[in-house]
């Protein structure tokens, strides 16, 4: 059985035009392969804590000194990385604000990313220690970004998952969706498209 892992990060939740096409995606997937299953996590409307001085200690300490305080931090991030874990295929339905990924998916990324569960330092460099996945992205933007310098989400989300020992990624865009209604509907028809021919 396949589980599929959701992650939106939509400031709309579903009303996001990424939300929407992330559960247009696991809908189509789920329908084309009885038995998965999915898990959806909005890190937009129940938002991952921010990366602060604080807990960012509780994962550099040992876990025999830990207090009681880095310990509910530690859980909780060991409970997202499980998740990650248990999951074969990673949906992510990624927006673009400013030119960024959203600051709740970010702050989703700086609690997966942990050493020793996720990567490993070696003496060759770092290895990634998730591994065997399947990813999906679903990118909107309101302007045309695709192949130029200030698409940074791309390199961004590639670079560490890559980290972390996923390399297996397929981007689908929808882009100039704040270009009128022409432009956004042939955008969306075409992520749509894709969508149909992966999920099969």
Known sequence: MTTLLQINASLFAGHGQSSQLADRFVATYLAAHPGSSKVVRDVASDPVPHLDGRRFAAFTTPAADRTAEQKTVIAYSDALIAELKSADVLVIGLPMYNFGVPSQLKSWIDHIARAGETFR???EGPVGLVTGK?????AT???????????????????????IGITDIEFVYAEGIAYGPE??????????????????
């Open 121 to 123: 330092y070696t003496a």
């Open 134 to 138: 399947k990813v999906y992205v679903f």
């Open 141 to 163: 933007r309101g302007g045309l970004y695709v192949g130029t310098p200030r698409d940074t989400q791309t390199s961004y989300v590639r670079d560490f998952l890559n980290f």
């Open 183 to 200: 432009q956004k509907d042939a955008a969306i028809a075409k992520a749509n498209d894709a969508i149909a021919k992966l999920a099969a």
